[in-house]
């Protein structure tokens, strides 16, 4: 019994003492949190919120790409401004970005100098508690302990894995250790106590980059961002060796790197159907946030292999055009983001392949990112009157050169057995 | 001496025609006329012809409507008659020709009668409409998504038969309508021979489309044959059923088919939205039995879709 009661009197002071030190840390970081706001100008209304920390004594603060995102793309329409804790509000300038990790750097104007928070300059360990601050749900200031778990694996682009729930509007909050250095960025979640964190490297390497020389313009520095990312992503693709794998009577390649992922579905338990059909999907899971409607930075590869049971040739490939008919973009995007696709069509056959295809290949250009395309591709093959392997593939912002690399690999990489 | 009496419609369409060898025609509603008219505002004598002084004369007899040239209000009491005149009684109408009018030339038979004579012989009408029938089963059967029984494609190809059999019929009724004689066997037989045509074009079509890659841009010129065959329907079945110019015939072929074809291209470019997000490609495969041209190798087929890249790219900057 004795033991029970120390236990939990050990318990509750670790409780305790955890809880101290959140509320701690919060007091001594509150006058460097803000609540950063995109302010509709017609309407005067904020149309999003999200979290933001100061990270110079002379007013430079830190937040998420996508918490400004509306502003980079629509300075017009909109402007920026930030609600401390005391509820002062007063005009934000956007001064960088870094599309492809998330971040933004803004300004304030300050009159004398301010507490700042500190970037961390060693990684956490695995299971070091580490607290979240933002503003979730515009419900106020608020710390979130949780758990240190490394780097999320399956990503291409580095994220922490968080233990502890991030709600929308802390997003651009930071993550800080017990010395209330930042370790993270609030990003994103995936639901229960599954939240993703901006690595705080990154974040030293736009504030670095920026005391080095600011960019000249912003659309400037995110299209060279994006070149560059998509550039990296593409060549360590092509460099890692494709795995061949069987799809039925097919062999279709598969990428072994582990932010690719597969999945996988067949009719084969329905003994009616008059074509056994199967599908293989591998995709890069995460993308590129632009805006709200425009994404792009995705990968995405099917292969569905089809078999007819008893039908005629003809009947066969009436229902195989069905399945090529409709293919879209992997990427969402509208008129002011994106062109209209073109395309071209033509047989194909490898000569170091066996399968006699139908290549078609599309695609459209970014209209505020130059030399930055999404390319869509479909082969079908058309020399076995019974069996059909459709291989297609969609990209998202790319260029030229590495969408053209990786179709031809593509095409020289589906086969028969 | 000789007059012919010609009755005409509004139209001038011949109704009936008469050749008188006196020297006075009387036309009324009477009985006792030489040409009776049933039009209740003619009055029962109310018209005669009479030769004198080497010229017919045309006297009104005091009627209540009376008698006038042409369609226009000049009236024709004592008038004389110049071969071809028309004359408006109460509602009717007649048309006035002596002897020795010209008449047009002889209309040689074209070249198209000997297709319409063979396409009319029973044994190739039938095989015509068996054939349309098969491939509208066939159509049926490759749509559906699940196997389809012979009794299902009994139906199907008979109905859609009996669907496209409308159109010939319709034209025959109107053809009868307008006093023509309605030739429905010939409309049957020239509507499905052009019918299975247009099938053998969609194939033709198809076979194009799948061999050809999108360099080959004469391609979108076989669009066009749907068309020209469209017009040829319509143009046949104006020759068979009417009797009229050829300039008329030409210009009605022409009209329907472009109210057809363009009608349909407006309302699809009226659907049209601003921006379409998804691709617009040729997807057409066909069975290895239709493949007839050699495939492309791998770097043809980069180096052609790389010029795309340029399009776009041109694009794009033209809208910003």
Not at chain 1, 58 to 70: E, F, K, R
Not at chain 1, 400 to 417: G, I, N, P, Y
Not at chain 2, 155 to 166: D, I, K, N
Not at chain 2, 192 to 203: E, H, I, Q, R
């Amino acid at each position: 019994m004795k033991v029970v009661i120390t236990l939990t009197l050990l318990l509750v002071s670790f409780i305790s003492r955890s809880a101290e030190q959140a509320e701690q840390i919060f007091h001594q970081l509150a006058p460097s949190l803000y609540q950063i706001r995109l302010i509709d100008k017609a309407s005067g209304e904020k149309s999003s919120i999200g979290s933001g920390f100061q990270i110079t004594e002379d007013g430079l603060i830190a937040t998420n790409y996508h918490v400004i995102s509306g502003f980079a793309q629509h300075p017009a329409k909109y402007r920026l401004e930030y609600l401390d804790n005391k509820g002062n509000k007063a005009p934000l300038e956007l001064k960088s970005v870094d599309v492809i990790n998330d971040l933004a750097l803004v300004q304030r104007t300050v009159t004398e100098k301010m507490p700042y928070f500190d970037i961390a300059k060693n990684n956490p360990i695995k299971g070091e508690e580490i607290y979240s601050l933002g503003n979730p749900h515009d419900l106020g200031m608020i710390v979130v302990p949780g758990t240190y778990n490394g780097l999320k694996i399956e990503s291409f682009h580095d994220r922490i894995h968080f233990t502890g729930s991030i709600n929308p509007g802390m997003s651009g909050g930071p993550v800080v250790n017990h010395l209330a250095q930042v370790v993270g960025v609030n990003v994103a979640t995936s639901g229960n106590q599954i939240g993703f964190l901006v690595p705080h490297e990154k974040l030293l390497t736009l504030f670095n980059n920026y005391q080095r020389k600011p960019p000249s313009s912003i659309d400037m520095q995110m299209s060279e961002q994006l070149v560059g990312s998509q550039k990296k992503l593409i060549s360590t693709m092509l460099s890692t060796p494709w795995q061949q794998k069987a799809l039925g009577n097919a062999i279709i390649p598969t990428i072994d790197v582990p932010y690719i992922r597969c999945w996988g579905e067949s009719n084969a338990d329905k003994a009616d159907a008059i074509a056994l059909l199967a599908v293989a999907n591998c995709a890069l899971e995460e993308n590129i946030y632009i805006t709200g409607g425009f994404f792009t930075g995705s990968v995405d590869m099917e292969f569905k292999y089809m078999k007819s049971k008893k039908l005629s040739d003809l009947k066969f490939y009436h229902i195989y055009q069905q399945h090529i008919l409709r293919a879209g973009p992997g990427n969402k995007a509208g008129k002011d983001d994106v062109t209209e696709y073109q395309c071209h069509h033509d047989l194909v056959k490898p000569n170091t392949g066996n399968m006699d295809d139908k290549a078609i290949l599309c695609t459209r250009a970014y209209k505020k990112f130059p030399k930055l395309f999404d390319v869509l591709f479909i082969a079908a093959s058309i020399d076995k009157g019974d069996q059909a392997l459709i291989s297609h593939f969609t990209l998202s912002g790319v260029t030229q050169e590495s969408a053209l690399a990786f179709t031809q690999k593509f095409l020289e990489s589906v086969s028969w057995k | 001496m000789e007059i012919i009496v010609e009755e005409i419609n509004r139209g001038e369409k011949l109704l009936s025609r008469h050749k008188f060898l006196t020297d006075k025609v009387t036309i009324g509603r009477g009985y006792s006329n030489d040409i009776i008219l049933a039009d209740p505002h003619v009055c029962s004598e109310h018209l005669s012809l009479s030769f004198t002084e080497g010229n017919w004369l045309v006297t009104d007899k005091s009627t209540i409507n009376g008698s006038f040239l042409a369609n226009g209000k000049q009236n024709a009491d004592q008038h004389i008659v110049h071969s071809g005149d028309t004359i408006r009684l109460g509602k009717s109408y007649i048309r006035l020709i002596l002897a020795d009018h010209p008449v047009e030339d002889t209309m040689p038979f074209s070249p198209f009668e000997s297709i319409i004579t063979l396409m009319r012989n029973p044994l190739v009408l039938a095989i015509n409409i068996l054939l349309f029938s098969a491939v509208a089963g066939m159509m049926f059967y490759l749509n559906q998504p699940k196997e389809v029984n012979f009794t299902q494609f009994v139906v199907r190809a008979v109905s859609v038969t009996l669907m496209f059999s409308l159109w010939p019929i319709l034209i025959s009724l109107i053809s009868h309508f307008n006093k023509h004689e309605a030739r429905i066997l010939t409309q049957l037989a020239i509507s499905f021979a052009l019918f299975n045509l247009m099938w053998v074009s969609d194939v033709f079509e198809s076979i194009v489309a799948f061999n050809m890659s999108s360099n080959w841009s004469i391609a979108s010129l076989i669009t066009l044959l749907p068309i020209v065959l469209a017009f040829s329907l319509i143009w046949l079945n104006c020759y068979i059923g009417f009797n009229m110019s050829a300039r008329r015939r030409n210009i009605i072929a022409f009209s329907m088919t472009a109210l057809l074809f363009g009608g349909s291209y407006i309302l699809e470019l009226s659907k049209k939205p601003e921006f379409t997000a998804r691709p617009n490609y040729d997807a057409t495969i066909m069975t290895p039995t239709f493949k007839f041209s050699a495939s492309s190798s791998v770097d043809k087929f980069i180096s052609d879709s790389g010029k795309l890249f340029a399009k776009v790219e041109k694009s794009a900057k033209e809208k910003n």
